[in-house]
Structures are given as C-alpha cells and as structure tokens.
C-alpha cells in the first residue's frame, strides 16, 4: 500500500450531508471536459461514454506496478478518472464513502470523506464532480475542499458526465429527473422528468451520454419498460424518445448508459443491444442474454474501429456497428463477465466476477493477458488504460478485504493469469508403424489453481487437425505413424478461463527396417510388470502391437511359466495357486517363418 507524502494532507473532516468541505491543498491538477489520447476524466473515457482511448496500454504478462489500498472499506473502488496523470476514485465504508486523489506512482495526494455512492467521478474546470447521498458535490481538483453541493434530498446513483462547461446527471432516487448544472457553482441550466410516461416506478436510471450537443439517457421501469431519449444539451427540450417494451431477462428494468459513436447512438435493455441513428430510427437489434444490472454496477458499450462491445450473458460479445452482425464471442466457464468493457488500441478489456481482469484481441476475443491477485477478488467497474497502464478496481465480500485499486503493466512474464505453459515429451525413437507415447508435461492453468476443466488437443501429423484428444495432464498421446519423415507435432491445451496456448516439436519418424517381426505385449491392467497382485488376480495379454517384418504376422504362441501353451493375438492368465513370478512368453511367426519372442514377468504376492 502506498501512503502519503508528509508535504501532503489528507483530508480527515466529513462532507457529510448538508456538512461543511474540508480539504488542504497538494499537487495541483486541472481536469478537462473531453477525453485527451491518453487521459479518462469521466466514466468510459468521454462525455460520449465511447469506452474507447488511443493511450498506450499493457496486454501481455500482465502485473502490478503498485497497489492502493483503503483499510476499513467494505466496497469496491470506483473507475478512476484520470487527469494531468492524476487518478480520482471513490471506496467505500458502512459510514461514509471517500474520495481520493492518488498520482501516477499511487501516492495518496488527498482524500476528503463524504456520502457519495460508487460512481465514478469526472474532471472538468479544475473540479472533481461526485455524485452520492443527498446531492451532487463538487470538490477542489488540487485539494479536494469542497467547492459546492447540490442537496436535493435523494439518492445520485449513476455517474456524471461533464461537457462543455455543464456537469449532466440523473437522480435522484426514483425521480426520473436529469439535470444540467453549470461546473462553476452548480445552478440548474435546465431539468427534465423522465419516464413520466411508462407504467410502474423507475428502477435504473443511466449516466448521461453527451455529443454534438445532445443529451442522451435512459430510464427502465419495474414494470418491464423503459425510454431513452435524446434532449437539446442546452435547453433540456426533448428531441425525440425511443420506447423498449420489455427491458429485462434477467433482471427486470435494466438499462445500459448509452454510447454515441460513428453516427449512432448504441443502447442496450437486459434482453437486446440497439443501435440507432441520431435522429431515434432503429437501424438493428441483436438479442442478448442479459448483462449485470446498473444497481450493482455500471454498464455502457464500448465502441472502436466500426465495432460494438457489450456483456452478453455471463461473456462478452463483438458486434459489427453498422448491422450487428456478431464477430465473435468471449465465453468462458470459469469467468463471469461484470464489468463494462474498455478499448486500447487492439485490445480490450474487461473484468470479472472470479476470474480478474482481461486484456483481449480486439479483433478475435481471445485473451492475451489477464490478471487475478486472489480468488475472491472481484473486478465489477470498467478497467481504465492511460500511458501504459490499466488501471482497476478490486474488491472482496470478505470481512477483511480491504478494497484495492491496482495499477497494471506488462511484465518479463505473468504472475496471476490462467494462461497455460503446453509443454510434452518427444519418445527418443519414433519408427513407422509402431505405436508411439508422447507425455504431456503441461500447466494447464498457468499461475492459478486448477478451476474447472482443461482438454489438450494433439495435432500429431502436421495437418492441423486434431488427432488425438485427451481430458488429463496424466494422460499420454499414442499414436501410429503410417509413413516416415519430419513431421511437427503440435500440443494445444484449453481451458475453462477461456485461454488456449499451443507448442510444436519436430519429430523424425524412421523407416521400419527390421526385416524380422517385432513380438510386443500390452497388458490390463496397464504396465503389469510393475505391480503385485494378489492370488486370483487375472492378467489379459495383448499381442496387437506385434509387427511383422517383410511380411505380415502369421501365429502368435503363448507360454506361460514354461508349459501351459496357448495361442491367438490375445490371453488372460489367472494368477492363482503359485506365488512369486510367472513368467509369459510370447512368440510371433511371420508368413516367412522368422520368429521374435518377449517376456513379461507378473509377481504374486506371498
């Protein structure tokens, strides 16, 4: 944990409700009202929610550059915003809830205690806007002293937006109000009342999306229904309403914040993702399987490069932003999507329930990084990439979990990912026509402990199909070579956290040049040899991994313990009446009349 400077104060008075600011000063910062390349001053980087930065961020063998925690918290980190490489975030305790100011090395630079809710903050004219119990507050950016504070009596549960020199945000409560307030001193520039026109109560709100001077927001009703609706930033009249007669499959009334990106506006109900033009026309819907609702966490696509990214069920789905059309699909067994996603470049992130954070290719949805500090770690509030680090909130439901915000950076080599290390051993000799072994020898959940299942797909003779599967690390390959020559063997091993990772070897497969048969035993149970058995155990013996030499195998002869003879490609011997060994002999014949002969020993117990 860092702590702070001594030529830094922390702010130890309350901002209670209706209470007195109380901050002092340290570093100062100036937030701005629209996302830079590489800062995030509001939810989802911009007042447009696009989730999207063209900042440098770390992917692969993903660790922690530091760590901040807040002993005594019970609740999760908020999203930070980040501006003039200064992160504002909030966490939580059963009192009251805190603000923090922490620098890019984690140092605490302020904190000023208030009853704000798990929102995140935004940065805009030198203030960090919070919303929470009883108002909206807005806090000295370099200090955190409060600057002023709207109390209207009821709960500001989602984010606000900041554009233009207006601080936009629902609440409160179930009131279905939206307000616009000047950053300044936060006199009201107009409100609206939502949802008058749905059945039932209201209940989730969204953050307000901003862009080209409109408003966009969304209600969603305990009765089933919910309306987004676009509203002249300036004046609050209403530019048009779009109506979504059911809202929930899994949770009822659950609405996403909208998303304002390559001339749409993208929404999302529990059961469907929109798109829509600017002027309200739908232009596709795509049906999904639901996604965790705004009273736990809040949730908004993420658009970048012509395509949508939005939880879908307990995974994460890609969508082509022009028609919807579904690119590709990240669902894992042992990790649940809850966060909203982010995007850096090429890759996006996301966290989740008990498997952490994910860095994923943009392009395919496979995972190429990922990062869990303990199992009951939870990641719930979208990750943020600014300058070459993810930043992201963790939390525990344990008593003595403190809540964490983490700094994160690609390292030499992973230290908390599920990515498995394929790895097996090639036999010293390998000839056409004889069964080979190959032993598995792979970590198949990288650095976490075993969670679910794992398969390991063989590709033994180089044509990219799988040829041999196996469900257990324990298991070897075998497998028969027909011809001779190179050929590369590949290992993939999958995994429930979604992750699959390959190793090839190359492998010379001589020619069979014995002229003579090869006689060969295989016993059930395996490797015979190597155990005792008790008096009336039965032995079966296999001679089907016999070959012949120039010409095929003719008789097969068994010989057991020098006088009991028998014959055929297969015996069972019952080990009853001597202790000790028995010895059985097998003798191969080929058309040609040549002869190879084996042993094995089988051992009675006294």
Same mark, same amino acid.
């Given at each position: 944990?860092?702590?702070?400077?001594?030529?830094?104060?922390?702010?130890?008075?309350?901002?209670?409700?209706?209470?007195?600011?109380?901050?002092?000063?340290?570093?100062?910062?100036?937030?701005?009202?629209?996302?830079?390349?590489?800062?995030?001053?509001?939810?989802?980087?911009?007042?447009?929610?696009?989730?999207?930065?063209?900042?440098?961020?770390?992917?692969?063998?993903?660790?922690?550059?530091?760590?901040?925690?807040?002993?005594?918290?019970?609740?999760?980190?908020?999203?930070?915003?980040?501006?003039?490489?200064?992160?504002?975030?909030?966490?939580?305790?059963?009192?009251?809830?805190?603000?923090?100011?922490?620098?890019?090395?984690?140092?605490?630079?302020?904190?000023?205690?208030?009853?704000?809710?798990?929102?995140?903050?935004?940065?805009?004219?030198?203030?960090?806007?919070?919303?929470?119990?009883?108002?909206?507050?807005?806090?000295?950016?370099?200090?955190?002293?409060?600057?002023?504070?709207?109390?209207? #009596?009821?709960?500001? =549960?989602? *984010? !606000?937006? &900041? $554009?233009? +020199?207006? @601080? %936009?945000? /629902?609440?409160?409560?179930?009131?279905?109000?939206?307000?616009?307030?000047?950053?300044?001193?936060?006199?009201?520039?107009?409100?609206?009342?939502?949802?008058?026109?749905?059945?039932?109560?209201?209940?989730?709100?969204?953050?307000?999306?901003?862009?080209?001077?409109?408003?966009?927001?969304?209600?969603?009703?305990?009765?089933?229904?919910?309306?987004?609706?676009?509203?002249?930033?300036?004046?609050?009249?209403?530019?048009?309403?779009?109506?979504?007669?059911?809202?929930?499959?899994?949770?009822?009334?659950?609405?996403?914040?909208?998303?304002?990106?390559?001339?749409?506006?993208?929404?999302?109900?529990?059961?469907?993702?929109?798109?829509?033009?600017?002027?309200?026309?739908?232009?596709?819907?795509?049906?999904?399987?639901?996604?965790?609702? #705004?009273?736990?966490? =809040?949730? *908004? !696509?993420? &658009? $970048?490069? +012509?395509? @949508? %990214?939005? /939880?879908?069920?307990?995974?994460?789905?890609?969508?082509?932003?022009?028609?919807?059309?579904?690119?590709?699909?990240?669902?894992?067994?042992?990790?649940?999507?809850?966060?909203?996603?982010?995007?850096?470049?090429?890759?996006?992130?996301?966290?989740?329930?008990?498997?952490?954070?994910?860095?994923?290719?943009?392009?395919?949805?496979?995972?190429?990084?990922?990062?869990?500090?303990?199992?009951?770690?939870?990641?719930?509030?979208?990750?943020?990439?600014?300058?070459?680090?993810?930043?992201?909130?963790?939390?525990?439901?344990?008593?003595?979990?403190?809540?964490?915000?983490?700094?994160?950076?690609?390292?030499?080599?992973?230290?908390?990912?599920?990515?498995?290390?394929?790895?097996?051993?090639?036999?010293?000799?390998?000839?056409?026509?004889?069964?080979?072994?190959? =032993?598995?020898?792979?970590?198949?959940?990288?650095?976490?402990?075993?969670?679910?299942?794992?398969?390991?797909?063989?590709?033994?003779?180089?044509?990219?199909?799988?040829?041999?599967?196996?469900?257990?690390?324990?298991?070897?390959?075998?497998?028969?070579?027909?011809?001779?020559?190179?050929?590369?063997?590949?290992?993939?091993?999958?995994?429930?956290?979604?992750?699959?990772?390959?190793?090839?070897?190359?492998?010379?497969?001589?020619?069979?040049?014995?002229?003579?048969?090869?006689?060969?035993?295989?016993?059930?149970?395996?490797?015979?040899?190597?155990?005792?058995?008790?008096?009336?155990?039965?032995?079966?013996?296999?001679?089907?991994?016999?070959?012949?030499?120039?010409?095929?195998?003719?008789?097969?002869?068994?010989?057991?313990?020098?006088?009991?003879?028998?014959?055929?490609?297969?015996?069972?011997?019952?080990?009853?009446?001597?202790?000790?060994?028995?010895?059985?002999?097998?003798?191969?014949?080929?058309?040609?009349?040549?002869?190879?002969?084996?042993?094995?020993?089988?051992?009675?117990?006294?």
């Amino acid at each position: 944990m860092r702590t702070p400077d001594r030529r830094t104060v922390l702010v130890a008075a309350g901002l209670a409700l209706g209470g007195a600011f109380a901050g002092d000063a340290a570093t100062a910062t100036d937030g701005s009202a629209s996302t830079t390349p590489t800062q995030s001053a509001q939810l989802q980087y911009d007042a447009a929610k696009t989730g999207q930065t063209d900042a440098s961020a770390p992917s692969t063998a993903l660790g922690p550059a530091w760590r901040f925690q807040r002993p005594g918290a019970d609740g999760c980190p908020s999203a930070p915003a980040v501006a003039d490489d200064t992160l504002y975030f909030l966490s939580a305790t059963r009192g009251d809830n805190t603000v923090h100011a922490v620098d890019a090395d984690g140092t605490e630079l302020w904190r000023t205690e208030t009853a704000v809710t798990q929102c995140s903050p935004a940065v805009a004219d030198g203030l960090v806007f919070v919303g929470g119990l009883g108002g909206l507050f807005a806090l000295d950016a370099a200090t955190g002293e409060g600057r002023w504070h709207v109390d209207r #009596g009821g709960l500001f =549960e989602p *984010s !606000p937006t &900041v $554009a233009d +020199g207006a @601080v %936009y945000l /629902p609440g409160a409560g179930d009131e279905g109000r939206i307000a616009a307030r000047n950053t300044t001193d936060g006199t009201e520039r107009w409100a609206f009342q939502a949802g008058t026109e749905l059945p039932g109560s209201t209940a989730s709100m969204t953050a307000v999306a901003v862009a080209d001077g409109v408003a966009y927001a969304a209600v969603g009703t305990d009765a089933g229904v919910g309306e987004l609706y676009a509203l002249d930033a300036a004046t609050g009249d209403q530019r048009w309403g779009a109506g979504f007669p059911r809202t929930g499959a899994r949770y009822v009334g659950n609405v996403a914040t909208p998303t304002v990106a390559d001339g749409r506006v993208f929404f999302a109900t529990d059961n469907a993702l929109y798109a829509l033009s600017l002027d309200g026309t739908q232009q596709w819907r795509v049906a999904i399987d639901g996604f965790t609702p #705004g009273n736990y966490t =809040e949730q *908004s !696509p993420a &658009v $970048a490069d +012509g395509t @949508v %990214y939005f /939880p879908d069920g307990d995974g994460l789905s890609a969508f082509d932003a022009a028609t919807g059309r579904r690119r590709w699909t990240f669902d894992a067994p042992a990790a649940t999507v809850s966060s909203s996603p982010t995007v850096a470049g090429d890759v996006v992130y996301v966290g989740t329930e008990e498997a952490g954070v994910y860095a994923l290719d943009a392009g395919s949805g496979d995972p190429v990084g990922q990062y869990r500090s303990s199992p009951d770690v939870r990641v719930v509030v979208p990750p943020v990439a600014v300058d070459g680090r993810v930043y992201v909130g963790e939390f525990a439901e344990a008593d003595d979990a403190d809540p964490t915000l983490v700094a994160l950076e690609s390292g030499d080599e992973s230290v908390a990912s599920a990515e498995p290390v394929p790895e097996f051993t090639v036999p010293d000799e390998v000839v056409q026509g004889t069964p080979v072994e190959f =032993e598995n020898r792979s970590d198949a959940f990288g650095d976490l402990t075993a969670v679910g299942d794992a398969a390991f797909r063989w590709d033994v003779d180089g044509d990219g199909e799988t040829d041999v599967r196996t469900d257990a690390v324990t298991d070897p390959a075998r497998y028969t070579f027909e011809g001779s020559g190179e050929r590369t063997v590949t290992l993939t091993v999958e995994n429930d956290y979604g992750w699959a990772a390959s190793t090839s070897k190359s492998v010379t497969v001589s020619e069979h040049t014995d002229e003579g048969p090869v006689a060969r035993i295989e016993t059930e149970p395996p490797d015979a040899e190597a155990r005792t058995f008790e008096s009336g155990a039965t032995v079966t013996l296999d001679a089907s991994a016999s070959t012949g030499g120039t010409s095929d195998l003719a008789a097969y002869e068994w010989t057991v313990n020098g006088h009991d003879d028998r014959s055929g490609v297969e015996t069972s011997v019952e080990l009853d009446g001597v202790c000790g060994d028995w010895h059985v002999t097998l003798t191969v014949t080929d058309e040609d009349g040549v002869t190879d002969e084996t042993t094995v020993v089988l051992t009675v117990e006294d």
